[in-house]
């Protein structure tokens, strides 16, 4: 079993920035794709980012390219998403997840953190 805690959501001016962390914990982390979900009010959760084991591989949904950065730190077991140019409409529910596969990342992830909301008014 994996364990997800995610911390740093909050309320920012649009144009401003955060830097979401989710601390993994239960299993060997760096084997693990990890990745980003969000849910805003009134619509489904929507596929953000992934990395793969390594960090070598990232991919993101057009929405936040450009604006958002995932990385991870193996020793740390952590992984972070860096969202900068924040939009009103990035607010959401921020979900950190976990898959044997960056694919299962994007259609079933395997491991759920309990998510962060992210506010980011105009």
């Known amino acids: 079993q994996v364990q997800l805690v995610e911390s740093g959501g909050g309320l920012v001016q649009a144009g401003g920035s955060l830097r979401l962390s989710c601390a993994a914990s239960g299993r060997t982390f760096s084997s693990y794709a990890m990745g980003w979900f969000r849910q805003a009010p009134g619509k489904e959760r929507e596929f953000v980012a992934v990395?793969?084991?390594?960090?070598?591989?990232?991919y993101y949904a057009d929405s936040v390219k450009g604006r958002f950065t995932i990385s991870r730190d193996n020793a740390k077991n952590t992984v972070y998403l860096q969202m900068n140019s924040l939009k009103p409409e990035d607010t959401a529910v921020y979900y950190c997840v976990a898959s044997s596969s960056t694919e299962r990342i994007q259609t079933s992830p395997d491991y759920w953190g309990q998510g962060t909301q992210v506010t980011a008014s105009s």
């Open positions: 990395i793969n084991w390594s960090g070598g591989y990232t």
